[in-house]
């Protein structure tokens, strides 16, 4: 039998509707139940489309000079998105790499493990996708798994829980000396909340692959979920690799939280470059196009 980790109280770092950040308690209230007494933030106000939209375009104007800026100074930025269900992961990581190129930034959004993976050392199957210099990888779910559903699912034994919150931290502590920059977001949501959104996604025939059978039984096990996400922070909550809180109500907010607070954790410089002239075309010189019927074009229908 493996001997159980030591667990510790942290100071975990909640993103403010300011893009600040302030201290707050280890269990989150909203999730843990009305039996927590500690205190949480008022419910944020929802905000206008129209801010909304204007505020998110000079930050998706700021992420692109921040994406060059990993590029020149060959930086390798991990960013690590967990949560409960519903809770506007995909929406944030949606809204980061909208204008950001591809090569550069690119999400890794992990499936089932496989027979395989199973013999694997468990970060084994995480390790392949961290970036090179000059990458930033956002992970829609990470090695986090075997403290959430693996651990309330019953997917891994105890064993193997205990030798996750054993390793995990000095895993990530390995990260940051190799250079690695990890930021580690946490979106809590209302219970609420989630089950107006998974109300939505069964009504909704575009999101209602989004509602699987898993995430059916994550309400089910809603209590068992917020005790796994207070065990998981006490031993994880580490100096090199924080958790960072994120109050994902109003979606609208946490995107716009998230990525003004990404943005003011990496210093970087404006490097845009010069206004570029476009060039004159060639000029057409001995060319003749094929005949248009030579080719299959898709049918006009609008």
């Not at 942290?10 to 007494?37: C, F």
């Not at 000079?58 to 409960?84: A, N, P, T, Y």
């Not at 992990?110 to 390790?127: A, C, N, V």
Request: glycine share 6%; hydrophobic share 35%.
């Amino acid at each position: 039998m493996a001997k159980k980790a030591k667990t510790k109280s942290p100071k975990l770092t909640v993103v403010q509707s300011d893009g600040g950040q302030t201290q707050a308690p280890t269990h989150d209230a909203k999730e843990s139940g009305p039996a927590e007494a500690h205190p949480v933030p008022a419910r944020p106000r929802k905000i206008s489309n129209k801010i909304y939209e204007a505020e998110l375009a000079k930050l998706q104007i700021e992420l692109v000079k921040l994406q060059e800026w990993i590029k020149h100074k060959g930086l390798k930025v991990v960013i690590l998105f967990e949560g409960r269900d519903a809770a506007g992961k995909g929406g944030v990581i949606k809204r980061i790499t909208q204008s950001l190129n591809p090569r550069i930034c690119r999400v890794v959004a992990l499936g089932t493990p496989t027979e395989r993976d199973k013999t694997q050392w468990y970060f084994q199957r995480y390790i392949p996708h961290l970036p090179a210099a000059g990458e930033m990888v956002l992970f829609d779910r990470s090695w986090y798994n075997r403290a959430g559903v693996e651990r309330v699912m019953g997917f891994c034994t105890e064993d193997e829980y205990q030798e996750f919150m054993r390793t995990c931290p000095e895993f990530e502590r390995m990260l940051a000396r190799s250079g690695i920059i990890l930021f580690k977001y946490w979106f809590s949501v209302s219970d609420e909340e989630q089950e107006r959104r998974f109300r939505g996604r069964i009504t909704d025939p575009t999101k209602r692959w989004k509602l699987s059978p898993m995430d059916l039984e994550s309400r089910r096990r809603w209590l068992g979920y917020s005790k796994a996400k207070d065990e998981m922070f006490a031993h994880t909550d580490i100096k090199q690799a924080p958790w960072y809180v994120v109050d994902a109500d109003v979606k609208k907010r946490a995107r716009l939280n998230c990525i003004k607070h990404l943005l003011s954790m990496i210093p970087y410089e404006d490097l845009t470059p010069e206004p570029i002239e476009l060039p004159p075309r060639q000029e057409a010189e001995g060319y003749v196009r094929p005949p248009m019927s030579d080719q299959t074009f898709v049918p006009d229908d609008y």
